[in-house]
């Protein structure tokens, strides 16, 4: 069974930085897709970013890319979320996901372990 325990929301300031993290147990996690994605009140869970286990490979939502970097660390087995010139419109619970098998990145139902969420409110 994996296990999926995000760290590092919080409240910010608009322009503020903040990163998140996501330690991830139970499985061998070199061989997962990674992603991160958040859920804004009212509103569908929605793709953030994802990182490939082969390759490395790095996919962003329009919406945060060139603000946002996703990164992954096998050592640790962590999978992290830098989040720079945050805006308001990123408050959201954000939830980190690991992806075994195949389906696209970008669909929340691709993801077969999914972490508790964490916060992250930006305020104006």
């Known amino acids: 069974q994996v296990q999926l325990v995000e760290s590092g929301g919080g409240l910010v300031q608009a322009g503020g930085s903040l990163r998140l993290s996501c330690a991830v147990s139970g499985r061998s996690f070199s061989s997962l897709d990674m992603g991160w994605f958040r859920q804004a009140p009212g509103k569908e869970r929605e793709f953030v970013a994802a990182v490939t286990w082969y390759g490395g490979s790095t996919y962003y939502a329009d919406s945060v890319k060139g603000r946002f970097s996703i990164s992954r660390d096998n050592t640790k087995r962590t999978v992290y979320l830098q989040m720079n010139s945050l805006k308001p419109e990123d408050t959201a619970v954000y939830y980190c996901?690991?992806?075994?098998?195949?389906?696209?990145?970008?669909?929340?139902?691709?993801?077969?372990?999914w972490g508790q969420g964490t916060q992250v409110t930006v305020s104006s």
């Open positions: 996901a690991c992806r075994l098998y195949s389906g696209s990145l970008h669909i929340p139902g691709s993801y077969d372990g």
